[in-house]
């Protein structure tokens, strides 16, 4: 199995490991997250119909309504949150969004992740290191 | 982060347990962005309204907000906020709240809500348009703003500073006077990346909505120069296309040299650098906006109107009367015109409001069909001079939409059908 190794910055600390979601879209927060569920709910989103909870998500960025923060907060009040976070273009939505999400996180990287990893993808983050590391499917 | 001493103080406790709370998350927030300091705020808008389920799931106010608020795992007690502070439209009007769906609970604890914001000192305006109701801020000032509509229009119109917040931010900021400096914080961030040079007459209300698509749609989260000759616009036409900007890509600021606060030539707006790219914006561009916006509707039988997004101003709401003076609208037609309740007042000392719902329509306050996530029992067909509304109700409601002039909407409300077009 190939590994690979994406070095970026640390957004939010901590350590996690799962598979990977993957979208080399932005995703909303309001109107684009069903926070009960995890589900995304935008139905023009190439990630519709899919469950974010317990995923390592790998996308753009945020987009959408100042509400952002508060679905992704809500997801983890739900347990529908995802284990870790991996994007490309920093917003106060997206950062706000990751630390109330209390997951680590990481943006910069010296590659772009959503086309080096895919879906499926078993990625361990470690945020404080602020080093992705990817074992391909 | 490079702490000053009155942060220090804060994150040590001596302001007590919710102002530490609330520097904490902000210290975790400004390391997010990459920030290294914070800015002191004079001006605060946000989110602190509490729904029945969550009420019942954390106990009380404080607790609610404490999570929802301040990412707190344990309850603090909410002192009064440290700066002024304004709550923004929320999700619903307390006067209309059956014809919303809501019960009676509901509004109680809205009510209850309400107290609990005035004790604190936030202002209840209680709408997106703080700006419609006294809060103007001046040129330069660091304010933290939610609601995107607000956003882009203190940014771009007035020259304000203020990044797209969210409910914790903001109410950390309340708190403590505090916001990383970051983003449209820092002058560079301002300039212009996209130059849009306009050829068409933009006149009306419906053409600045029509600009503001277009722009939001082709430069995404950038910062457009909009570059029109002689360009006329009042505070409604911007308020407009902002909001028609910030939905249909995201935007936060931009330029109209000649007409906007910090720029009055292209050059100034982007500071001497060069556009990552020019634009044309004719015809052809504006009737891609008008059809993108027109794309959802199918049905020409037209149930709901909705008017106010952003809230309706004392201008519109006297236009919207000379339109339907004496006038009286279709049965089974539900139009609705959103404003915040200090304009409700005033339109009601006036006899605005009486000349308007003389016609069968209802003046609304504090809240939107998108914000509340309600339409009218059975409504299948909205029609809607905002192109803000236009993109999001369907999303979040599954109604079809039609957008159009405020002439257009009128007339639906008329005769129940929807003959709006490009003119």
Redesign the interface.
């Given at each position: 199995m190939r590994r690979i190794v994406l070095k970026g910055r640390k957004v939010v600390g901590g350590c996690a490991e799962g598979e990977a979601l993957v979208t080399q879209e932005t995703i909303s927060g309001w109107g684009g997250i069903d926070p009960m569920t995890g589900v995304v709910v935008d139905l023009r989103h190439e990630l519709a119909g899919k469950c974010i909870a317990g995923k390592v998500l790998v996308y753009r960025g945020a987009k959408g309504s100042s509400g952002w923060s508060a679905f992704f907060h809500e997801a983890r009040l739900n347990g529908v949150a995802p284990l870790a976070m991996v994007f490309n273009e920093t917003t106060t939505k997206i950062a706000l969004g990751a630390v109330v999400t209390r997951v680590p996180a990481i943006t910069d990287l010296d590659q772009d992740p959503t086309r080096i990893i895919e879906t499926g993808d078993w990625v361990k983050v470690d945020g404080d290191a602020g080093m992705v590391e990817v074992t391909k499917k | 982060m490079r702490l000053k001493d009155d942060e220090k103080t804060m994150l040590d406790g001596a302001e007590g347990p919710a102002v530490q709370k609330a520097m904490e998350?902000l210290v975790?927030?400004g390391?997010?962005?990459?920030a290294e300091t914070f800015v002191d705020t004079t001006n605060v808008g946000g989110?602190m309204i509490a729904d029945m389920a969550a009420k019942r799931r954390f106990g009380s106010l404080d607790a609610v907000f404490s999570?929802?608020c301040l990412?707190s795992d344990t309850v603090v007690e909410f002192p009064k906020v440290k700066v002024p502070s304004c709550q923004f439209e929320t999700s619903m009007d307390p006067d209309h709240y059956l014809l919303i769906g809501r019960t009676q609970e509901d509004r109680d604890l809205y009510l209850e809500n309400i107290r609990y914001l005035g004790k604190m000192g936030i202002q209840v305006l209680c709408t997106c348009a703080p700006y419609l109701v006294g809060n103007v801020p001046v040129k330069g000032e660091h304010c933290v703003w939610?609601?995107?509509s607000a956003?882009v229009y203190i940014n771009g119109v007035l020259g304000a500073r203020t990044?797209?917040?969210?409910?914790?931010?903001a109410t950390c900021a309340m708190l403590t006077g505090k916001i990383p400096y970051?983003?449209y914080h820092v002058p560079e961030n301002r300039l212009g990346s996209y130059l849009i040079e306009v050829d068409e007459d933009v006149k009306t209300m419906m053409d600045w909505g029509l600009l503001g698509y277009y722009a939001g749609k082709v430069v995404q989260?950038k910062v457009p120069v909009i570059s029109i000759k002689n360009p006329k616009a009042n505070r409604d036409m911007l308020k407009h296309f902002g909001a028609a900007a910030a939905s249909s890509g995201?935007v936060e600021m931009f330029h109209i040299p000649g007409l906007t606060a910090e720029a009055n030539s292209t050059e100034e707006a982007f500071g001497n650098r060069l556009p990552r790219e020019a634009l044309q914006y004719g015809i052809k561009e504006r009737k891609y906006a008008y059809d993108m916006l027109n794309s959802i509707g199918q049905n020409t039988n037209v149930d709901f109107i909705m008017l106010g997004c952003p809230h309706y101003s004392m201008d519109q709401l006297w236009s919207l009367c000379s339109l339907v003076q004496g006038k009286r609208f279709k049965d089974g037609i539900a139009f609705w015109i959103f404003v915040p309740q200090a304009l409700k007042d005033v339109a009601e000392r006036n006899g605005f409001r009486k000349i308007i719902e003389d016609t069968g329509a209802v003046l609304m306050r504090d809240t939107c069909p998108a914000l509340g996530r309600f339409i009218p029992k059975g409504a299948t067909v909205m029609a809607t001079d905002s192109a803000k509304q236009a993109h999001?109700l369907p999303?979040?409601t599954g109604i079809e939409a039609w957008f159009g002039s405020t002439e257009d909407c009128v007339n639906a409300a008329l005769t129940g059908r929807w003959e709006g077009s490009l003119r």
């Open positions: - | 998350m975790r927030y390391e997010a962005l990459g989110y999570e929802w990412d939610m609601e995107s956003v990044n797209c917040e969210g409910r914790e931010s970051w983003g989260n995201g999001y999303n979040l």
